[in-house]
């Protein structure tokens, strides 16, 4: 079995001044969707422009931050917060959670597309591509942090926190890797040729939720919400099962519905 490093969460300290992990590897997530965003709109015949790319990662940012904060808060710590409620602006001690910053993201862009006259779903088909490698990050500052552990575990990857102690699933690096690369593949290699409107919003909804659902079963649930239903069904799972569903039903709708709208191939 292998042994938890317990890495300093400080990457940083200058003075006064402290730079969390976990903030780098949202800024290499950002910065990662940017770069993604403007090799897409490079592509002759994508029908974005560079400018156009800065706004929207602008608009997604603000989406995931706030989504990310009010969903954690509405999901997983409700009490908490009625009890006291500036506890949503105290960002500072934790707390983001991926299906609210989706439903922050998706307002986001639906504005944005209102602004430049482009549909939720157009936006969200350019947008799912970027995502993935986003997540990846997000889950090794999980794994850095040593926060969202996976069940105790005997098998040979699994990680002791400390010297004789319980080992555990390293459930933040399976999530790197499925919700991060794996599905980063799949997803942009789909989106490489042309596709129905809303085909690869909805391969991202189907694969992310269906990774995440197995993940779930060798990841701690949340100790203050415990199983919410026959001794396994997570928190967790029961908000990622609409996204299969959603993401399935779109791809579904997406193919009866008609022909790609034409453009260019985005393979890198």
Same mark, same amino acid.
């Given at each position: 079995? #292998?042994?938890?490093?317990?890495?300093?969460?400080?990457?940083?300290?200058?003075?006064?001044?402290?730079?969390?992990?976990?903030? !780098?590897?949202?800024?290499?997530? =950002?910065?990662?969707?940017?770069?993604?965003?403007?090799?897409?709109?490079?592509?002759?015949?994508?029908?974005?422009?560079?400018?156009?790319?800065?706004?929207?990662?602008?608009?997604?940012?603000?989406?995931?931050?706030?989504?990310?904060?009010?969903?954690?808060?509405? =999901?997983?710590?409700?009490?908490?917060?009625?009890?006291?409620?500036?506890?949503? !602006?105290?960002?500072?001690?934790? *707390?983001?959670? =991926?299906?609210?910053?989706?439903?922050?993201?998706?307002?986001?862009?639906?504005?944005?597309?209102?602004?430049?006259?482009?549909?939720?779903?157009?936006?969200?088909?350019?947008?799912?591509?970027?995502?993935?490698?986003? #997540?990846?990050?997000?889950?090794?500052?999980? =794994?850095?942090?040593?926060?969202?552990?996976?069940?105790?575990?005997?098998?040979?990857?699994?990680?002791?926190?400390?010297?004789?102690?319980?080992?555990?699933?390293?459930?933040?690096?399976?999530?790197?890797? #499925?919700?991060?690369?794996?599905?980063?593949?799949?997803?942009?290699?789909?989106?490489?040729?042309?596709?129905?409107?809303?085909? !690869?919003?909805?391969?991202?909804?189907? *694969?992310?939720?269906?990774?995440?659902?197995? !993940?779930?079963?060798?990841?701690?649930?949340?100790?203050?919400?415990?199983?919410?239903?026959?001794?396994?069904?997570?928190?967790?799972?029961?908000?990622?099962?609409?996204?299969?569903?959603?993401?399935?039903?779109?791809?579904?709708?997406?193919?009866?519905?008609?022909?790609?709208?034409?453009?260019?191939?985005?393979?890198?």
């Amino acid at each position: 079995m #292998l042994t938890y490093p317990h890495i300093d969460p400080i990457a940083l300290e200058l003075g006064p001044l402290k730079v969390h992990w976990y903030g !780098v590897m949202y800024l290499c997530a =950002f910065a990662t969707a940017w770069w993604l965003a403007r090799h897409r709109a490079g592509r002759r015949g994508s029908g974005w422009s560079r400018e156009q790319v800065s706004d929207l990662i602008f608009y997604g940012a603000l989406g995931v931050v706030l989504g990310g904060r009010l969903g954690y808060v509405l =999901f997983y710590a409700l009490d908490r917060f009625l009890a006291d409620p500036f506890y949503l !602006v105290r960002v500072w001690e934790g *707390g983001m959670s =991926f299906h609210g910053g989706l439903i922050g993201v998706t307002v986001a862009l639906w504005l944005y597309g209102r602004r430049i006259g482009r549909s939720l779903l157009e936006v969200g088909d350019f947008v799912a591509p970027l995502v993935p490698l986003g #997540l990846g990050f997000g889950r090794i500052g999980n =794994f850095i942090n040593g926060e969202l552990w996976g069940r105790p575990s005997d098998l040979p990857w699994a990680i002791r926190l400390e010297p004789g102690g319980l080992a555990y699933h390293p459930s933040q690096l399976y999530e790197a890797a #499925l919700e991060g690369v794996v599905l980063f593949l799949v997803v942009w290699l789909y989106s490489s040729r042309p596709r129905p409107t809303g085909s !690869v919003a909805g391969l991202f909804l189907a *694969g992310y939720g269906v990774f995440r659902f197995l !993940v779930e079963f060798v990841r701690s649930p949340d100790a203050h919400i415990g199983y919410l239903a026959w001794g396994w069904l997570t928190m967790g799972q029961l908000l990622s099962l609409p996204m299969v569903i959603a993401g399935a039903g779109l791809m579904a709708w997406a193919r009866r519905r008609g022909s790609p709208p034409p453009m260019e191939s985005t393979r890198p």
